[in-house]
C-alpha cells in the first residue's frame, strides 16, 4: 500500500517536472507507463486480499484454486522503455516489477509441494543403510 501511495503522489504532484521536460511522444510513454504501474499494484493489491480471505475462512479453501484468484499476468515494460523514463518513473516501474515477482514467487510456493530438505535426504539414506 506505501508503494501504491507512493506511485499516486508522484504521478499527481511529483512528476509535473519530469513530464514537462519530455517530448510529447515521450509523454505519451510515460502516461503508459503510469497506467502500467498502477495495474501492476492493483493486481498484487488484489491478490493479497484475496489471499487473506482464504487464510481467514472468508474463500472456502477449495475455491482458492481457481485461476480467477490467481495473481493476474502483468502488462510488460521494455528495457528500452525504461531507459527513456525520467529517473522517479523508472524506480517506480522497478520496485512495482519487483514486488509483482515477489508475489508471483509467494503464490508459486503456495501451489508447489515443499521441496525435500537435504537433512531429511540424508537421514532417510543413513535409516535405509540400517
Known amino acids: 500500500m506505501l508503494l501504491a501511495d507512493e506511485a499516486r503522489a508522484y504521478f499527481n504532484e511529483d ?4 513530464r514537462a521536460a519530455l ?7 510515460l502516461s503508459c507507463e503510469s497506467l ?3 495495474t501492476r499494484l492493483m493486481h498484487v493489491i488484489a491478490w493479497l ?3 487473506r480471505a482464504i487464510d481467514a475462512g472468508e ?3 477449495e475455491l482458492a484454486d481457481d485461476p480467477l484468484r490467481g495473481l493476474a499476468t502483468p502488462p510488460a515494460t521494455g528495457d528500452d522503455v525504461l531507459a527513456t523514463m525520467p529517473a522517479g518513473t523508472g524506480a517506480l516501474i522497478r ?3 519487483d514486488l509483482y515477482r515477489r ?3 509467494i503464490e508459486r510456493s503456495r501451489s508447489d509441494p515443499p521441496a525435500a530438505s537435504p537433512a ?8 535405509m543403510q540400517l
Not at 120 to 127: I, K, Q, T
Open 59 to 61: 474463500i472456502a479453501a
Open 103 to 105: 508475489a508471483e514467487r
Open 120 to 127: 531429511r535426504a540424508m537421514l532417510d539414506r543413513l535409516a
Open 95 to 97: 520496485a512495482s516489477i
Open 15 to 18: 512528476s509535473r517536472g519530469d
Open 23 to 29: 517530448d510529447p511522444m515521450a509523454r505519451v510513454v
Open 49 to 51: 486480499l484475496t489471499q
Open 36 to 38: 502500467k504501474i498502477t
